[in-house]
């Protein structure tokens, strides 16, 4: 059978939330970074794709270019419907990409009509009468207004979007919402005959996502957060092209050694490491400072936490890491400079994860979002098949590659304190 939903996500993480969610509701998802040469093998079963881009931030030509390169492929694949994933914050400037991204998949999906909810209440993030709200706060009350890229400084979204598309945006508000699909469908049909091309859509609930997704189950193009993605298992269930697939979060075992390596300075990462020393895991740090001076600064750095690693690894999982305080922290980038202690920080990470790989670890977890993607970089994966839950948002997977290796990719602030110990006894 072929591909049912075809996403494409303007991140990592978000592709992987997405991914999350799908599985869940029982559709067998497979995440490809990046648009892939050829076909996936026949081998790989799978009811969705999620293609991962890097466009949130690029600039919106080079977004347009991506997403329709990704939207090729799915389409190349047979998928029946395809899914623009954003931020729930509807991360975006006046000049893109979401507006512009949207309409460049309407033109070369040749549809008219489009929704865009970026609404997920599980995490407080709720729109009413096309204002959003995170948590208690308007949008442009909450940190998102101070974001580095992608200030937010506008809560109503219907503004936002007009701003950033030709096309004419309106609002499906939530008297239509709680009026159910058939009042969805309605309004829609409405919408469109007044000239209308995008809804943004109210929801303040997970049953108001349903309503939303059964109304749009014939719309070629549905643009969101990973929200939408709820009823989207039902609806293709409902048509009797889903079968029911209980294994749908089950992975393949992938037996070998365990370790974890983190970049991840958050809050949450340092509770996790704290606990995991709490129970005894022998860990290492990694300072950024010695990472530079000489030539072999870093090698020399890389093979003193291997040194350190390969002879524990047999009695249970270690961990690597450069997570430190927010203040140890200044005085790195005071010292390298912020994007080199990143850079340098995230490839000598990469490189001690190629190592552990090289000597048996076949279960990984990565604390870090740009540390992740520095990893599975250098792992040279491609794609992930999507499996259990370990914390909202986070997933174990296992790479489609010819050794294929359990990966948690975490990023920074998810999970609960004692996420690393949970993450192993979800594995068999
Ligand atoms: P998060 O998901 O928490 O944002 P990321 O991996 O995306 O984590 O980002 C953390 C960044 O901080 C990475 O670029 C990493 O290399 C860098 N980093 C990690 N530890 C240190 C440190 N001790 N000093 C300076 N930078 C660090």
Same mark, same amino acid.
């Given at each position: 059978m072929s591909i049912l939903l075809g996403c494409i996500a303007d991140d990592f993480t978000g592709a992987t939330d997405l991914a999350g969610m799908l599985v869940q509701g029982g559709m067998r998802t497979v995440q490809i970074i990046g648009v892939p040469d050829g076909p996936l093998p026949p081998s790989i079963d799978a009811d969705a794709v999620v293609i991962a881009l890097k466009s949130r931030t690029s600039p919106a030509q080079? @977004?347009?270019?991506?997403?329709?390169?990704?939207?090729?492929?799915?389409?190349?694949?047979?998928?029946?419907?395809?899914?623009?994933?954003?931020?729930?914050?509807?991360?975006s400037t006046d000049q893109g990409n979401i507006g512009p991204v949207i309409d460049a998949l309407m033109k070369a999906l040749n549809t008219s009509f489009t929704i865009a909810c970026p609404a997920f209440?599980?995490?407080?993030?709720?729109?009413f009468k096309g204002y959003l709200f995170v948590g208690d706060m308007l949008l442009e009350e909450s940190?998102?207004?101070?974001?580095?890229?992608?200030?937010?400084? &506008?809560? #109503?979204?219907?503004?936002?979007?007009?701003r950033q598309t030709t096309s004419r945006v309106g609002l499906i508000d939530h008297l239509s919402i709680a009026a159910g699909a058939p009042a969805i469908r309605d309004r829609i049909e409405q919408m469109k005959?007044?000239? +209308?091309?995008?809804?943004?859509?109210?929801?303040?609930?997970?049953?108001? +996502?349903?309503?939303?997704?059964?109304?749009?189950?014939?719309?070629?193009?549905?643009?969101?957060?990973?929200?939408?993605?709820?009823?989207?298992?039902? #609806?293709?269930?409902?048509?009797?092209?889903?079968a029911q697939h209980d294994a749908a979060t089950q992975l393949p075992p992938t037996p070998g050694l365990r370790a974890i390596v983190c970049g991840s300075c958050s809050q949450a990462t340092q509770a996790q490491?704290?606990?995991? @020393?709490?129970?005894?895991?022998?860990?290492? @740090?990694? &300072?950024?400072?010695?990472?530079?001076?000489?030539? #072999?600064?870093?090698? &020399?750095?890389v093979a003193a936490a291997m040194a350190w690693a390969a002879p524990l690894l047999a009695q249970g999982p270690v961990a690597v890491y450069a997570t430190a305080s927010a203040s140890r922290v200044k005085v790195v980038q005071e010292a390298l400079g912020t994007e080199r202690a990143g850079r340098l920080v995230e490839t000598a990470l990469a490189s001690v994860a190629q190592q552990l790989v090289a000597l048996g670890v076949r279960q990984l977890i990565v604390a870090g979002g740009e540390t992740s993607g520095a990893v599975v970089t250098a792992l040279?994966?491609?794609?992930?098949?999507?499996?259990?839950?370990? $914390?909202?948002?986070?997933?174990?997977?296992?790479?489609?590659? $010819?050794?294929?290796?359990?990966?948690?990719?975490k990023s920074g602030n998810f999970g609960s304190i004692d996420f690393f110990s949970k993450a192993w006894s979800l594995l068999p």
């Open positions: 080079d @977004a347009v270019t991506d997403s329709l390169a990704a939207l090729s492929w799915l389409r190349a694949a047979g998928c029946r419907q395809i899914y623009f994933k954003y931020c729930s914050t509807f991360d209440p599980e995490n407080g993030r709720t729109i940190g998102m207004r101070q974001h580095p890229l992608t200030p937010m400084t &506008d809560s #109503n979204l219907v503004r936002v979007l007009q005959i007044e000239g +209308l091309r995008i809804a943004v859509v109210d929801a303040t609930s997970n049953d108001d +996502l349903m309503q939303i997704s059964q109304a749009c189950a014939n719309l070629p193009l549905l643009t969101a957060g990973s929200g939408v993605a709820l009823g989207l298992p039902q #609806n293709f269930r409902a048509q009797g092209l889903l490491l704290a606990d995991l @020393a709490t129970k005894g895991v022998p860990s290492y @740090a990694i &300072d950024p400072l010695q990472l530079t001076g000489s030539t #072999n600064a870093l090698n &020399d750095a040279k994966i491609s794609s992930l098949r999507i499996g259990p839950q370990i $914390d909202p948002g986070v997933p174990w997977t296992v790479s489609l590659n $010819d050794t294929p290796i359990s990966l948690a990719l």
